[in-house]
Every structure is written in structure tokens, then in C-alpha cells.
């Protein structure tokens, strides 16, 4: 029995996202069969760590010359512009984050590919969504360009998988946590630069309001969560848009109470921006019952757990 042997490409891997996945990628398959590409120049942490070529995910042409060439089965595509950046230039958003999942779904098709990872957002929701415990399935009426680019997406996920039979699997991600990689204009990121302000200055100015609750995760949890969905079954996965799930739910005030903890003269303020708009449309936690009862999902990562591990390892970089 001949064994086929998985070639990934990671598109946008000098992102927040891409640094953690590609490396954890690396470790599972191997690091060269593990090719990292960006717009942008290599993330020094990728360096040395594996091959990477210079790619726009809008030139179909070059993309599909790099598939073929380098062999590719699967491709995670993590190239996009966030909520916040969106909401300056809603073309650019619009057109990145619909054409660039295009263009893989369609090589995906043409070059029957093993499978293809997405992710989606919890920008998809909006102000009529429930705002506790976000099901899987409501009301969802997104009010950025980001979150209709995602929900557009989810769909275009689902039909190439129901009329062509493309592999794509999806996770709707909350708010990422990191300290490797810097964020990428998301309405989320005042939780990771809370961190920076905190151990580099003793403060921070948030621009969301203290009573902000949003649904929030681990990077490890993230990068874990990618991975068992990508290894689940295919006869597990009954949601073909974008899986609902969950990490942990927040406010300003309360990150900052926890922080206050391990660095007692820390001084938060708040001083609310555009950004409040965006944040007050989504739901303050979610359900995630479907992920975990079809692939076992179940995150490890709370706000204090998350906290110390942040500054002990913001502390030793
Ligand atoms: P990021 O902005 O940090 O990284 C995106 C990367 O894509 C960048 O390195 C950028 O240079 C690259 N890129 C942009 N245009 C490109 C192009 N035309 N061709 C090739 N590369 C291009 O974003 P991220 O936070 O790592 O997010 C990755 C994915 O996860 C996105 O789809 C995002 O919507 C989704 N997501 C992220 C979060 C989060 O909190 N970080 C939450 C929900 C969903
Ligand atoms: N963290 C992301 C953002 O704020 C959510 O998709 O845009």
C-alpha cells in the first residue's frame, strides 16, 4: 500500500497566526515539507526552520506555478486584513479576503488537493446575534466588512465542498492572544498590547471601554484547535461554513485586574476609538457544544492561566 506524503503550503505565514502554525506545523510533517510564504519578508522566527518563497495570494498564476512545483496536498490560508484595518479600507478587505480564498479553493478543485484550512471569525456576528453564548447556528447579520468578507467566505467554503468536493475546514477564531508573533490590526489586539504596555512602561491606554466583554483565546490553544480539526475524520466534521469555539471571555478591567496581580503598580486607562463600534456588534462569549461533541474540542487556556504564561514569557524575551 503506497503512503501519500502531505506537502502544506501556509500562506500568510508572517502573521500573528502563521509564525505559531507553521512551526507547529514543521513539527508534525517535518520541516521541509512544510513551505511558508507571505507577501512580506520571512518572519525571523521562521528562518532556517524550513523553505519559504515570496507569494501574493492574488496572483492565481503564481500561486498555482508554486502548487504544482513544489507538490502542495494541502494549504492553510491565513493571508487577510482584520476587523480594524477593514473598517480604514473596506475595498482592500473586501477584495484580499474574498479573491485570495477564491483563487485556493479554485487550484484546490483543479489540482484535487488533500485539504484546505480557512479560518473564519467571530466578526461574522452581529449586533442581532445573542450576545452570551453565541450558538453555532442564529441570527447573523455582520456590520463590518471584515465580518461579511468572513461570512461570504464561510459559504463559498461550504459550496466548494458540497458541489466540487474540496476538503476546506473552518474554525470561527475569537480574539488571538500571542506573544511570538505581533497582531495584525484586529479590534482584539488591545489584549495582547495591554501586555507590551504593561512590562515596558508599567501602563497601558486601552481603546476599548473597561466593561468591553469579548470572546478571546490562547495562541496554543488556537494553533491546537487547528490541528484537530485538520485530523479529525471527515465523517466528523458536520459543519462545512466555520466551526464555532471557545477559549475564555474578558473585559478590559478584568485582564487588567489580573495583570495588576503579577505587576502590582501597573496603571490601565481607557480612551475608546472606532474600534468600540466594531466590538459592541459581537457577542461576549460563545457556544461551542458542536466543535466539541463532533472533534473533541475542549480549550486548556483560562484568563489567569493565560496571564501568567504571557508575562513569564514576555518576561524572558
Ligand atoms: P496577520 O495580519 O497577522 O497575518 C496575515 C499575513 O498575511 C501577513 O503576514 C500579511 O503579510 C499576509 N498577507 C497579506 N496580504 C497577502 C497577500 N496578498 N498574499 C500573501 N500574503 C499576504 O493576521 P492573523 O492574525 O495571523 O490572521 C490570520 C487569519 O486568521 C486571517 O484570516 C484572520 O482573519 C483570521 N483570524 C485571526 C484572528 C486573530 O485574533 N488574530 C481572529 C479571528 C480570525
Ligand atoms: N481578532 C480579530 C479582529 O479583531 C477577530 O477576527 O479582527
Avoid at 455582520?142 to 475546514?169: L, Q
Avoid at 498590547?193 to 490553544?221: H, Q, V
Wanted: charged letters at 20%; hydrophobic letters at 40%.
Amino acid at each position: 500500500m503506497s503512503v501519500v506524503k502531505d506537502k502544506i503550503l501556509v500562506i500568510g505565514a508572517s502573521g500573528q497566526i502563521g509564525v505559531e502554525l507553521t512551526l507547529a506545523l514543521r513539527k508534525r510533517y517535518g520541516n521541509l515539507n512544510v513551505v511558508a510564504s507571505d507577501l512580506r519578508e520571512e518572519n525571523p522566527l521562521l528562518k532556517g526552520s524550513g523553505p519559504y518563497v515570496s507569494l501574493d495570494v492574488m496572483n492565481k498564476e503564481m500561486l498555482h506555478v508554486q502548487v504544482i512545483r513544489q507538490n502542495i496536498t494541502q494549504i492553510y490560508l491565513l493571508a487577510a486584513i482584520l476587523s480594524a484595518t477593514g473598517e480604514k479600507n473596506p475595498n482592500l478587505a473586501w477584495h484580499l479576503n474574498m479573491q485570495g480564498l477564491l483563487n485556493v479553493l479554485d487550484i484546490a478543485r483543479e489540482e484535487k488537493l488533500h485539504k484546505i484550512y480557512w479560518p473564519s471569525s467571530i466578526a461574522v456576528f452581529g449586533p442581532t446575534s445573542p450576545k452570551q453564548h453565541c450558538p453555532q447556528q442564529t441570527i447573523i447579520e455582520p456590520s463590518t466588512v471584515y465580518g461579511i468578507s468572513k461570512y461570504a467566505g464561510e459559504f463559498w467554503c461550504k459550496y466548494y465542498h458540497n458541489r466540487y468536493g474540496v476538503d476546506v475546514r473552518s474554525l470561527r477564531y475569537p480574539g488571538l492572544i500571542s506573544y511570538k508573533s505581533e497582531p495584525g490590526g484586529g479590534t482584539t489586539d488591545y489584549a495582547i498590547e495591554i501586555f507590551n504596555g504593561a512590562l515596558e512602561d508599567k501602563k497601558y491606554r486601552c481603546f476599548l471601554k473597561e466593561d468591553t466583554f469579548l470572546p478571546m483565546m490562547y495562541m496554543p490553544d488556537a494553533i491546537r484547535a487547528t490541528l484537530e480539526l485538520m485530523d479529525a475524520p471527515a465523517d466528523k466534521i458536520s459543519v462545512r461554513t466555520s466551526y464555532n469555539i471557545s477559549g475564555m471571555s474578558f473585559s478590559p478591567k478584568e485582564i487588567g485586574a489580573e495583570i495588576l496581580k503579577l505587576i502590582p503598580d501597573f496603571k490601565l486607562s481607557y480612551a475608546p476609538d472606532y474600534r468600540q463600534a466594531i466590538a459592541d456588534s459581537w457577542p461576549q462569549s460563545i457556544d461551542d457544544t458542536v466543535a466539541s461533541g463532533d472533534w473533541g474540542w475542549k480549550p486548556q487556556y483560562n484568563l489567569p492561566k493565560m496571564t501568567a504564561d504571557m508575562i513569564e514569557n514576555l518576561s524572558n524575551n
